[in-house]
T-cell receptor
Framework: SQQGEEDPQALSIQEGENATMNCSYK?????LQWYRQNSGRGLVHLIL?????REKHSGRLRVTLDTSKKSSSLLITASRAADTASYFC???????????FGQGTILTVHP | EAQVTQNPRYLITVTGKKLTVTCSQN?????MSWYRQDPGLGLRQIYY???????DKGDVPEGYKVSRKEKRNFPLILESPSPNQTSLYFC?????????????FGNGTRLTVT
């Protein structure tokens, strides 16, 4: 079953605006990861946040994790047209070796 | 260059004709995994391997086989492909497992089974 579910399914914004994507998961996790995919290409890792962390930053990316609500969010600040892509969360459960992806959010940033 | 290489990129085949999709990584990673991606379903894990000769089922293993005879290679085998296996397939690897480190993905193999 899908561990991660993302919201919204699609997001359309103007360049310079912030984009927020949310991810919910069902069971206990070891970590929560975010990936980006450009148009059918391979996924690229963005950020990994461990279950004992609440917030993590990387450049214009900010990820939060709320284990009590079983949810995470990815914030992209000052978006650019080049940020247009699909974004996936992936839950690393306590079962070693399994990483379960959500359905993804399609982000479109208009120049 | 550190990479995960999948071949072929595109494959069209007919129902029942055995095929193999190859995956190779040059990063000395212990962990490798196969995913399929379908519209509206995200990525679903097929099989994974934590080391040579160690493989385990993911969420959708039916109709697939894998082997891990060498650390760098992790081929995906479809013994008797069916149209519902038409999908975009990704191989991924990481140093010691997704609980500790991020996955590196190949560029994908788009399979069509008619």
């Amino acid at each position: 079953s899908q561990q991660g579910e993302e919201d919204p399914q699609a997001l359309s914004i103007q360049e310079g605006e912030n984009a927020t994507m949310n991810c919910s998961y069902k069971t206990s996790i070891n970590n929560l990861q975010w990936y980006r995919q450009n148009s059918g290409r391979g996924l690229v890792h963005l950020i990994l946040i461990r279950s004992n962390e609440r917030e993590k930053h990387s450049g214009r990316l900010r990820v939060t994790l709320d284990t009590s609500k079983k949810s995470s969010s990815l914030l992209i600040t000052a978006s650019r047209a080049a940020d247009t892509a699909s974004y996936f969360c992936a839950a690393g459960g306590t079962s070693y070796g399994k990483l379960t992806f959500g359905q993804g959010t399609i982000l479109t940033v208009h120049p | 260059e550190a990479q995960v290489t999948q071949n072929p990129r595109y494959l069209i085949t007919v129902t029942g004709k055995k095929l193999t999709v190859t995956c190779s990584q040059n990063m000395n990673h212990e962990y490798m995994s196969w995913y399929r991606q379908d519209p509206g379903l995200g990525l679903r894990q097929i099989y994974y391997s934590m080391n040579v000769e160690v493989t385990d089922k993911g969420d959708v293993p039916e109709g697939y086989k894998v082997s891990r005879k060498e650390k760098r290679n992790f081929p995906l085998i479809l013994e008797s492909p069916s149209p519902n296996q038409t999908s975009l397939y990704f191989c991924a690897s990481t140093l010691s497992g997704p609980n500790n480190s991020p996955l590196h993905f190949g560029n994908g193999t788009r399979l069509t089974v008619t």
